[in-house]
């Protein structure tokens, strides 16, 4: 059996920061009253469904991690962790996440499933799609829309802007991540945006992307009437960090592409988080 340092490594519980705090966000921003209860429970499922999707992704792409000079020392392509313990993984936190979405409330239990398949379906994206970020995006897209109707059994405008805006977000610095296995991908045929464009295409894509999030949360001002002022400061803060990522990659270049995808968009997220706090309080 694997010992916890290894599954930690396997799941990267630590890229949690990308989507927990735009999960506190949607919490905060489609609750109407504090419930510490539901809070506990939408803050549970998120991290269910962050490692199972992460633990399908390492499942799925077993055999090319084991050639890939990136990927080829982590524990699952190793063999520090088993695939039987991936598939353990898998199918615990699925259940677990289904019966958390049932105490929420029965329309979020019935939806379940729908994010379950999102979540395995990225991971074959890349198989047969240039464009599999666009999955990884959908994924994010359905947490404000999970979080909306465990809290009020619907979907509303906030909701769906912000889902929006999480979708391009995410689809975007994937887009870039994936340019650091670029001559990998070419090789093996696995298929990515910058395989199909190119990476200067890649990166104007995901620029592109970028604009499209900045809009979305913009327009959420316009929606939801308890943001003031302060919100649009802050995301011109959040527009900052956004023009500094893509300074930071360049097609020739890609020695920031870390501090970009982790640094920067960590920022991102916590910072959004915040601006939601202090504006609604």
Partial sequence: MSNLKEIKDLIRFEHTIFALPFGISAFLLLSHGFSLWKFILIIFALVLVRTDAMTMNRLSDLDLD?????????????????????????????????????????????????????IYAYPKAKRFTYMPHIFLGLVYFLIPIGTDIALNAHVSKEAFLLGLAMCFWVAGFDMLYALQDYGFDVEHDVKSIAVWLGKEGAINTARIFHIITFICLFLIYFVDHRLGILYLIGLMGIAGFLVYEHRLIKPDDLSKLNKAFFTVNGYISIVFMLLIMLSLI
């Fill in 66 to 118: 084991r050639l890939n000079p990136r990927t080829k020392n982590w524990p699952h392509a190793t063999g520090a962790v088993s695939e039987f313990e991936m598939k353990l993984i898998i199918f615990s936190t699925s259940y677990i996440f289904m019966f958390v979405s049932l105490l929420l409330n029965h329309l979020a239990f019935l939806l379940s499933p729908v994010v379950l398949l999102s």
